[in-house]
């Protein structure tokens, strides 16, 4: 007998029924593997005051200065405040290759390439923790908690992160993050974010979903309340607390300087210091934010540009003791070793849009809706002695994670979710 033909109705009822499935599944997820934000609570683990105890086989931290010559080694324990849209992810792809090419120990997250953000962090989110594991580095996204983190480093640890200019910052987050937060979607003009600025309290609610990307971000990440009254004491409390914590505020404005000093405070070779400029997002078709935009920008993330103006004047008198010739000179050198780098490993020579990569291992991961974020497509014919470093330097975050061995089950069941929702 003939098979019949489905009746249209049929197909539609079904394919109601399957799309009713999927956001129920993904509902169930989200609420499995985000856990609520409470931007003023932070909680721990029950051994908080314990800090990590290295095995008698594990090597003692190194510290400039600490050799018999009197030649700096290079330190090997590290804490890098991932922040958001600062150029973290090329400071991350940078401290992979560092720890995978000395075999050192990561504190990864557990199903997830970040830490549950946005909540605080707790050493029980580290993949395979034990109550008192010792980790070399742990820089993967995060909403800072020091007594956390500091539990899971030998004493000495160097602690960084970046920064960014407030207005340029809000600029890359407001984009980037834009589909994820339902406080944008009633934005109907072209320019939202030229919208959001004319008038930023009409649409902003700070208890709003994932409204901790719409202002003072930095603030948010470093585990503070980015809702202070910028009048309140307590911003320059917190300010000075992460002068007190941290051995070098980077900026991203000066990136090439920034890991100058870095490369100086961690006594590492130039060829670690290495890189190509990764999670870039291609030119908007809306002009950057300039004038009075600017300025508004500024404005409504004003405890990030308190933060920010604290940083870059102690960042120029880190410069300053360095000394601006041999900064000059050090930086060409850095410069000069990229641009050697960039001819020897990029096909084309440059970034491309994400439909031109070639390799699906190259692709980086894409905000929801759209696909921004450039990458890079790797010669075909690279000489022995580079094919390793340029694979490595090139590598996006989400596969270099896997390729180190950490467990990203949910990230992964997100991204399948999401090519097969074409999302």
Not at 339 to 367: F, H, K, L, T, Y
Not at 370 to 379: P, R, T
Request: aromatic share 12%.
């Amino acid at each position: 007998m003939p098979v019949l033909p489905k009746k249209p109705w049929e197909s539609k009822a079904k394919g109601l029924m399957l799309g009713a499935l999927f956001t129920s599944f993904l509902l169930l997820l989200y609420s499995y593997v985000v856990p609520p934000l409470h931007s003023n609570m932070a909680f721990t683990t029950s051994e908080t005051a314990a800090p990590c105890s290295p095995a008698p086989s594990e090597p003692g931290v190194a510290t400039p200065g600490n050799s018999s010559a009197g030649e700096c080694q290079p330190r090997r324990d590290i804490v890098f405040m991932k922040t958001h849209k600062t150029a973290s992810s090329t400071l991350l792809n940078i401290l992979f290759r560092f720890g995978q090419k000395h075999g050192l120990k990561f504190a990864f997250p557990n199903g997830r390439n970040d830490f549950h953000y946005p909540s605080f962090f707790a050493r029980s989110l580290v993949q395979d923790y034990r109550p008192g594991a010792c980790f070399n580095i742990i820089c993967n996204h995060m909403r800072f908690h020091y007594e956390e983190v500091r539990g899971l480093v030998r004493p000495g640890a160097a602690f960084i992160t970046v920064i960014r200019d407030p207005a340029r910052l809000f600029e890359s987050s407001f984009h980037y993050f834009g589909s994820v937060v339902p406080l944008t979607w009633k934005l109907s003009s072209r320019d939202k974010l030229a919208e959001f600025l004319q008038d930023p309290d009409r649409y902003y609610d700070p208890s709003g979903y994932n409204a901790h990307y719409l202002r003072n971000l930095l603030f948010f990440d470093l585990g503070y309340d980015s809702g202070l009254d910028p009048g309140s004491p307590r911003v320059q409390e917190h300010i000075l607390e992460v002068e007190s914590r941290f051995h070098l505020v980077l900026l991203q404005e000066y990136f090439d300087e920034s890991l100058v000093l870095l490369r100086e405070l961690l006594c590492w070779d130039l060829e670690d210091m290495l890189y190509f400029k990764l999670n870039a997002r291609r030119d908007s078709p809306v002009p950057r934010l300039s004038g009075e935009l600017y300025r508004r920008a500024t404005a409504w993330n004003l405890l990030d540009a308190r933060l920010y103006h604290h940083f870059n004047a102690s960042f120029w008198r880190k410069v300053e003791a360095f000394g601006h010739e041999r900064m000059v000179r050090e930086v060409a050198e850095l410069r000069q070793a990229n641009e050697r780098m960039r001819r020897i490993c990029i096909d084309g020579g440059q970034a491309v849009n994400a439909e031109a990569i070639q390799d699906s291992a190259m692709q980086p991961w894409q905000p929801l809706g759209v696909k921004s974020i450039l990458g890079y497509n790797l010669k075909k014919s690279i000489g022995p002695h580079h094919e390793q470093l340029c694979r490595r330097m090139l590598t996006p975050e989400i596969q270099y994670l896997s390729d180190l061995g950490a467990n990203l089950w949910v990230t992964k069941l997100w991204k399948f979710l999401r090519d097969f929702l074409r999302w």
